[in-house]
């Protein structure tokens, strides 16, 4: 059974960095792309960060992009977010999720593409 657990979330003031980690249980790590979304109260769930495991290849939302950095650390089987210059936007409930597909498909910012998720984890940034 695959089981993503994310951890790492809290509060910070804006300006403020975080670290969110995805520990996966899963067997060929290396054939997932790795991606992080996130769910903002009253909105729908949103792509934020994607890692094909394999090569190390990331994509960022526009939103993100400079701020946040997603990496990855195969030994560990774990997914990292590191986000720097928290906004109070950026406050959301954020899901790993992995996908064996999206190495070959591309659609990386597709939710629909993921086939494994985790429980989320809180971040709120105050201002």
């Known amino acids: 059974e695959v089981q993503l657990v994310e951890s790492g979330g809290g509060l910070v003031q804006a300006g403020g960095s975080l670290r969110l980690s995805c520990a996966a249980s899963?067997?060929?790590?290396?054939?997932?792309?790795m991606g992080w979304f996130r769910q903002a109260p009253g909105k729908e769930r949103e792509w934020v960060s994607t890692i094909i495991i394999s090569d190390a290849r990331a994509y960022y939302a526009d939103s993100v992009k400079g701020r946040f950095a997603i990496s990855s650390d195969s030994a560990k089987r774990t997914v990292y977010l590191q986000m720097n210059s928290l906004k109070p936007e950026d406050t959301a409930v954020y899901y790993c999720?992995?996908?064996?597909?999206?190495?070959?498909?591309?659609?990386?910012?597709?939710?629909?593409?993921?086939?494994?998720w985790g429980q989320g984890t809180q971040v709120t940034v105050s201002s």
């Open positions: 999720a992995a996908s064996p597909w999206i190495v070959s498909s591309g659609a990386y910012y597709q939710e629909t593409e993921y086939e494994y």
């Open positions: 899963i067997g060929s790590f290396d054939d997932y792309g």
